[in-house]
Structure formats: structure tokens, C-alpha cells
């Protein structure tokens, strides 16, 4: 399921890889999948696991493991405080 992502020791359910000079995170929590990098990277990765498994793309984050995640799509960051 990982595909070319790479295991982080110490990080059970984060995976990363090089895609195109960019860095993609993948972080697995029992059943829902965060996938974070540019547009196109997280693209990739949709697009592979759309063709493996049926999933439900939910787009944005907004909340995760205790986590409330904004969007500033001025800036283009994002950032995470406790909810």
C-alpha cells in the first residue's frame, strides 16, 4: 500500500518520498489516510490508491487526531492547533 514511500523509523504510520524535488508525506490512523505535499504529488497518490482501494476523498483536513487544521489560502500554509 505504501507504493515508493518510504518507512521513518519511529513513526509507525508516517511514510515519505521524493516526488518530482518535492517532499510527500503519508501518515496512516486506523482508517483515514492524510496525505500532504504540492497539488500534484498529493494527486499521485490519490490517483494510486483510488485505483487499489475504494476510498472517500474528504479534499481538506480539518481535523485529525485531536488537531484542527486551518487553510490560508492566501499564503498557501497550513497550521494545526489543539482543538
Known amino acids: 500500500?505504501?507504493?515508493?514511500f518510504e518507512?521513518?523509523?519511529?513513526?509507525?504510520?508516517l511514510?515519505?518520498?521524493?516526488?518530482?524535488?518535492?517532499l510527500n508525506?503519508?501518515?496512516l490512523n486506523v482508517d483515514d489516510l492524510v496525505v500532504a505535499g504540492t497539488?500534484?504529488?498529493?494527486?499521485n497518490v490519490k490517483a494510486q490508491m483510488?485505483?487499489?482501494y475504494k476510498l472517500k476523498d474528504l479534499v481538506e483536513i480539518h481535523l485529525t487526531l485531536g488537531y484542527?487544521?486551518?487553510?490560508?489560502?492566501?499564503?498557501?500554509?497550513?497550521?494545526?492547533?489543539?482543538s
Not at 1 to 4: H, P, R, T
Not at 15 to 22: F, N
Not at 39 to 43: E, H, L, P, R, S
Open 1 to 4: 500500500m505504501k507504493g515508493d
Open 7 to 13: 518507512f521513518i523509523p519511529n513513526e509507525p504510520r
Open 15 to 22: 511514510y515519505y518520498r521524493q516526488y518530482q524535488g518535492t
Open 25 to 27: 508525506l503519508k501518515f
Open 39 to 43: 497539488k500534484k504529488a498529493a494527486g
Open 50 to 52: 483510488l485505483s487499489k
Open 68 to 82: 484542527e487544521v486551518r487553510h490560508d489560502r492566501v499564503s498557501g500554509l497550513l497550521t494545526q492547533s489543539a
